[in-house]
């Protein structure tokens, strides 16, 4: 399914709904955010809520020993997502977190999520995982989507995000090697099927 055959069933299976929520998952470099981005650009009231926004911060991973596995299905605090999935589906006005790349941290209330919000976008690597507290997430989901890319594509695609947040290409490449790849394998691996696939690279 191409992206834009996405948008439409979204706006088909949303029609007459309160709300719709769309679990939008993949590795790490699926493209999450532009298919996201994509989306809402077709579907006037719809609303990304990203899962990056309940990532420990550096200081919680590095007194655990999980700073070097940033990214990794421990290092999100799930329940908190879970409360917040909750929250979603009763409806009114919920603040969301945002995490912020530039300065590698989650930004509490840094969104909020309204009624005018019929269709939300939840996306993030993990969202499908079967393993955990991860499958709690299932029922709060009416459509799941899987983003389908080549694993050389994903690094590719990772170390232009890398070096342009400052790494240099050796130290981004250790970054892939020693973080993204198993979280990537990890994902695929692990996760289980979605309603929808969507060919993504």
């Given at each position: 399914?191409?992206?834009?055959?996405?948008?439409?069933?979204?706006?088909?299976?949303?029609?007459?709904?309160?709300?719709?929520?769309?679990?939008?998952?993949?590795?790490?470099?699926?493209g999450?955010?532009?298919?996201?981005?994509a989306?809402?650009?077709?579907i006037p009231?719809a609303?990304?809520?990203?899962?990056?926004?309940f990532?420990?911060?550096?200081a919680?991973?590095?007194?655990?020993?999980?700073?070097?596995?940033?990214?990794?299905p421990?290092?999100?605090?799930?329940?908190?997502?879970?409360?917040?999935?909750s929250?979603?589906r009763?409806?009114?006005?919920?603040?969301?977190?945002?995490f912020d790349?530039?300065?590698e941290?989650?930004?509490?209330?840094?969104?909020v999520?309204?009624?005018?919000?019929?269709?939300?976008?939840?996306?993030?690597n993990?969202?499908?995982?079967?393993?955990?507290?991860w499958?709690?997430?299932?029922?709060?989901?009416?459509?799941?989507?899987w983003l389908?890319?080549?694993?050389?594509?994903?690094?590719?695609?990772?170390?232009?995000r890398?070096t342009?947040h400052?790494?240099?290409?050796?130290?981004a490449?250790?970054w892939i090697?020693?973080?993204d790849?198993?979280?990537?394998r990890?994902?695929l691996?692990q996760?289980?099927?979605a309603?929808?696939?969507?060919?993504?690279?």
């Amino acid at each position: 399914m191409t992206p834009e055959a996405l948008a439409e069933l979204v706006r088909t299976r949303s029609a007459g709904r309160t709300r719709m929520i769309v679990a939008l998952a993949g590795p790490p470099g699926a493209g999450k955010s532009t298919i996201s981005a994509a989306l809402m650009n077709h579907i006037p009231d719809a609303r990304v809520v990203p899962m990056d926004g309940f990532h420990y911060d550096d200081a919680v991973l590095h007194a655990r020993g999980l700073r070097s596995r940033k990214g990794a299905p421990e290092t999100f605090d799930v329940e908190g997502l879970l409360v917040l999935m909750s929250r979603l589906r009763a409806g009114g006005e919920v603040a969301i977190p945002i995490f912020d790349r530039d300065l590698e941290l989650s930004r509490a209330a840094a969104d909020v999520v309204t009624d005018a919000d019929r269709v939300l976008i939840v996306e993030g690597n993990w969202l499908l995982l079967d393993q955990g507290r991860w499958p709690a997430l299932a029922p709060f989901f009416d459509l799941t989507v899987w983003l389908e890319v080549p694993e050389a594509t994903l690094v590719d695609r990772l170390m232009l995000r890398w070096t342009g947040h400052g790494k240099t290409p050796q130290e981004a490449r250790d970054w892939i090697n020693g973080n993204d790849l198993p979280n990537i394998r990890h994902s695929l691996a692990q996760s289980r099927a979605a309603d929808v696939t969507v060919s993504a690279g």
